[in-house]
């Protein structure tokens, strides 16, 4: 006798519609089929119908929908196993019996919009709620730098730049996630709120009446970031954007300015490319950006004209002379312009005398009084070589300058296998970019090469920095005209960024970019109106700011910071010009008095072993600490 196996009855939990499909959902929560498509056969289910009886919970909101009647609105749904992930439309309507009723759309959604995650979908459903990361962080039981992970990567999987626009798009696209995350529905002032609400049973706030009413929330202020994201300063670029990110966060979490949210709106730039710098400052106008920022540029005149013409305040870190003093001999065109460190016009001078107090304390004893200077290409860049001259000659040294170097790491291998022949006893790097500087020094140190003290500006402030020349780097001395003191407020402000972000900021350009959005922000607190630009910009002239990096006084006629001790005898209006020997992989400042934390060491290089293989006295009887 055989056996009729019995076919069992198709099960829907959890399982995803294939096609998009429609249903008609009533106000009480009865689901009927719509029209049957000509030709279908009578027997056979209707899927949306089928999925909605099934799924009770989506259902109720859905019915909700039809009850509070807001107008079309859309949202993602998923069952308790996750497998389920569906985008509802509900477009409310009434039918001849004036029967409230809603036509559902219900799209599968795998893989899911913009392939974001579930928890991504969280986290851009409390931004749109209008929640800071911290708040988000505490409703999802989960740290705030791993909010602002998921922050970063649903807005570059959204290509977009701001909350604000990660809000509007999750809006209009139906990305808003129902539930609402982390339970309850506290967002009665959006559409979605109310029938999250409504769902559960209770009253739903009353939608906002049309008329002359002041708006529940008002736009929030832009500050435009222009930063290299991506080519070879992307490290410098991701470090001003987190830290500027911080700054926000603190704002905000004390209520932003006057009730309004800041955000940061960046725009990706290759700080050599005019062509490039101009894309990017015009960018940002466009979206009629609060203030501009941004870090070093090479062709920084285009963006001073820029910035000027939009008349907005603009502060930047370019580091130039030249700028300062465009800004000084015109100051109703670019009087909303602020460079917010020193010019790079301290550095070969500071050099120079750095060098000649080492030799004179009897800590460092070269063998050779020659000194080079290489140069990469910055065609507004100045090393203060007029002063440098002087302060050569006052210390008994020569000088060779090598300039024009390109970027490819081949031109500056050769230069340092030049510099090696020279044998001075000293070389300075004036070049900012890590790939150039990183291919000149390991050329130099190389074994068998000559001791040579090597100087370099700014690059091993960035962290990759350190990490990627290895043990090369220890003794390796360098200096910045804006860095982050290791002072109380200093170690704070890493401490704060670490536990943000997972890892340790830069000792220069990530200070700068936190104290940038701090003083806009100061300044815009202090007046009526942030589009205000003349009075935000008098408020940041007179105002004296410290910051991580040290004092911002901008009140002379360049609008300029002023360096600590070389411009100004008085710390506390200006921003010391810090010279820093890596030491046992960490970055100690020699000076100046009173930011020194660490004494001179003799790198490596130097030691030299003695007969029995020991290490013995370093050249020209330096062995001293």
Same mark, same amino acid.
């Given at each position: 006798?055989?056996?009729?196996?019995?076919?069992?009855?198709?099960?829907?939990?959890?399982?995803?519609?294939?096609?998009?499909?429609?249903?008609?959902?009533?106000?009480?929560?009865?689901?009927?089929?719509?029209?049957?498509?000509?030709?279908?056969?009578?027997?056979?289910?209707?899927?949306?119908?089928?999925?909605?009886?099934?799924?009770?919970?989506?259902?109720?909101?859905?019915?909700?929908?039809?009850?509070?009647?807001?107008?079309?609105?859309?949202?993602?749904?998923?069952?308790?196993?996750?497998?389920?992930?569906?985008?509802?439309?509900?477009?409310?309507?009434?039918?001849?019996?004036?029967?409230?009723?809603?036509?559902?759309?219900?799209?599968?959604?795998?893989?899911?919009?913009?392939?974001?995650?579930?928890?991504?979908?969280?986290?851009?459903?409390?931004?749109?709620?209008?929640?800071?990361?911290?708040?988000?962080?505490?409703?999802?039981?989960?740290?705030?730098?791993?909010?602002?992970?998921?922050?970063?990567?649903?807005?570059?999987?959204?290509?977009?730049?701001?909350?604000?626009?990660?809000?509007?798009?999750?809006?209009?696209?139906?990305?808003?996630?129902?539930?609402?995350?982390?339970?309850?529905?506290?967002?009665?002032?959006?559409?979605?709120?109310?029938?999250?609400?409504?769902?559960?049973?209770?009253?739903?706030?009353?939608?906002?009446?049309?008329?002359?009413?002041?708006?529940?929330?008002?736009?929030?202020?832009?500050?435009?970031?222009?930063?290299?994201?991506?080519?070879?300063?992307?490290?410098?670029?991701?470090?001003?954007?987190?830290?500027?990110?911080?700054?926000?966060?603190?704002?905000?979490?004390?209520?932003?300015?006057?009730?309004?949210?800041?955000?940061?709106?960046?725009?990706?730039?290759?700080?050599?490319?005019?062509?490039?710098?101009?894309?990017?400052?015009?960018?940002?106008?466009?979206?009629?950006?609060?203030?501009?920022?941004?870090?070093?540029?090479?062709?920084?005149?285009?963006?001073?004209?820029?910035?000027?013409?939009?008349?907005?305040?603009?502060?930047?870190?370019?580091?130039?002379?030249?700028?300062?003093?465009?800004?000084?001999?015109?100051?109703?065109?670019?009087?909303?312009?602020?460079?917010?460190?020193?010019?790079?016009?301290?550095?070969?001078?500071?050099?120079?005398?750095?060098?000649?107090?080492?030799?004179?304390?009897?800590?460092?004893?070269?063998?050779?009084? $020659?000194?080079? *200077?290489?140069? +990469? #290409?910055? %065609?507004?860049?100045?090393?203060?070589?007029?002063?440098? !001259? =002087? &302060?050569?000659?006052?210390?008994?040294?020569?000088?060779?300058?090598?300039?024009?170097?390109?970027?490819?790491?081949?031109?500056?291998?050769?230069?340092?296998?030049?510099?090696?022949?020279?044998?001075?006893?000293?070389?300075?790097?004036?070049?900012?970019?890590?790939?150039?500087?990183?291919?000149?020094?390991?050329?130099?140190?190389?074994?068998?090469?000559?001791?040579?003290?090597?100087?370099?500006?700014?690059?091993?402030?960035?962290?990759?920095?350190?990490?990627?020349?290895?043990?090369?780097?220890?003794?390796?001395?360098?200096?910045?005209?804006?860095?982050?003191?290791?002072?109380?407020?200093?170690?704070?402000?890493?401490? $704060?960024?670490? *536990?943000?972000? +997972? #890892?340790? %900021?830069?000792?220069?350009?990530?200070?700068?970019?936190? !104290? =940038? &959005?701090?003083?806009?922000?100061?300044?815009?607190?202090?007046?009526?109106?942030?589009?205000?630009?003349?009075?935000?910009?008098?408020?940041?002239?007179?105002?004296?700011?410290?910051?991580?990096?040290?004092?911002?006084?901008?009140?002379?006629?360049?609008?300029?910071?002023?360096?600590?001790?070389?411009?100004?005898?008085?710390?506390?209006?200006?921003?010391?010009?810090?010279?820093?020997?890596?030491?046992?992989?960490?970055?100690?400042?020699?000076?100046?008095?009173?930011?020194?934390?660490?004494?001179?060491?003799?790198?490596?290089?130097?030691?030299?072993?003695?007969?029995?293989?020991?290490?013995?006295?370093?050249?020209?009887?330096?062995?001293?600490?």
């Amino acid at each position: 006798m055989s056996t009729v196996k019995k076919t069992p009855p198709p099960r829907h939990h959890g399982t995803p519609l294939t096609p998009p499909a429609t249903a008609i959902v009533l106000a009480d929560g009865q689901v009927e089929a719509t029209e049957r498509a000509p030709g279908a056969a009578s027997a056979a289910p209707d899927p949306a119908v089928a999925f909605l009886r099934t799924h009770t919970a989506l259902t109720d909101l859905i019915s909700a929908c039809v009850r509070t009647e807001p107008g079309r609105i859309g949202f993602m749904w998923t069952d308790s196993t996750a497998r389920g992930l569906v985008r509802v439309w509900v477009d409310p309507f009434r039918d001849a019996g004036d029967r409230p009723l809603g036509r559902v759309l219900i799209e599968p959604c795998h893989p899911s919009p913009y392939g974001l995650t579930l928890r991504e979908l969280d986290v851009l459903t409390l931004i749109v709620a209008g929640l800071t990361n911290n708040e988000i962080g505490e409703r999802l039981f989960t740290s705030p730098r791993t909010v602002t992970t998921h922050v970063d990567r649903l807005l570059t999987k959204l290509q977009l730049s701001s909350r604000a626009a990660a809000a509007a798009v999750a809006l209009d696209q139906g990305l808003v996630r129902l539930p609402f995350p982390g339970g309850g529905a506290p967002f009665g002032r959006l559409a979605v709120g109310r029938i999250a609400v409504a769902a559960q049973g209770g009253t739903p706030v009353p939608a906002p009446v049309p008329g002359p009413v002041r708006p529940l929330r008002r736009r929030p202020l832009l500050l435009g970031a222009v930063l290299p994201l991506t080519g070879p300063a992307a490290d410098d670029g991701r470090e001003m954007l987190l830290a500027t990110r911080l700054a926000l966060e603190e704002i905000n979490d004390l209520g932003g300015i006057a009730g309004r949210r800041v955000e940061v709106v960046t725009a990706d730039v290759e700080v050599t490319d005019p062509a490039s710098v101009r894309g990017a400052f015009e960018e940002l106008v466009a979206l009629e950006v609060d203030a501009l920022t941004s870090g070093y540029i090479g062709p920084q005149d285009v963006a001073h004209e820029i910035a000027a013409d939009y008349g907005c305040p603009y502060l930047h870190a370019a580091t130039l002379d030249s700028m300062v003093a465009r800004v000084a001999d015109d100051p109703g065109r670019y009087g909303g312009v602020f460079q917010v460190c020193p010019s790079d016009t301290r550095y070969g001078p500071g050099y120079v005398r750095f060098l000649t107090r080492l030799r004179e304390s009897g800590r460092w004893r070269p063998d050779s009084n $020659r000194l080079v *200077v290489v140069q +990469g #290409v910055w %065609p507004l860049g100045d090393l203060g070589r007029g002063e440098m !001259d =002087r &302060a050569v000659e006052e210390g008994g040294w020569s000088l060779t300058v090598l300039s024009g170097i390109g970027m490819a790491g081949a031109e500056w291998e050769s230069v340092a296998r030049r510099v090696r022949e020279m044998a001075p006893a000293s070389v300075l790097v004036g070049h900012y970019f890590m790939p150039g500087s990183l291919a000149f020094l390991r050329e130099l140190l190389r074994d068998g090469g000559p001791p040579v003290l090597p100087y370099l500006l700014y690059t091993p402030s960035i962290p990759s920095f350190r990490e990627a020349l290895g043990p090369l780097a220890e003794g390796l001395l360098w200096a910045t005209v804006t860095g982050t003191y290791a002072d109380h407020i200093g170690r704070s402000f890493a401490a $704060r960024y670490r *536990v943000l972000h +997972g #890892v340790a %900021p830069g000792r220069s350009h990530a200070g700068i970019a936190y !104290d =940038r &959005a701090r003083m806009i922000a100061g300044a815009w607190s202090r007046v009526d109106d942030p589009r205000d630009y003349r009075r935000v910009a008098t408020a940041l002239r007179t105002t004296i700011h410290r910051g991580v990096n040290g004092a911002y006084y901008l009140a002379d006629p360049g609008q300029a910071a002023l360096a600590y001790p070389e411009l100004t005898p008085d710390p506390s209006i200006g921003q010391a010009h810090l010279v820093h020997q890596i030491q046992d992989g960490r970055h100690r400042i020699l000076s100046p008095s009173p930011y020194a934390d660490g004494r001179f060491r003799l790198p490596p290089s130097y030691t030299v072993p003695g007969p029995s293989g020991a290490g013995g006295a370093g050249v020209g009887g330096a062995g001293a600490r």
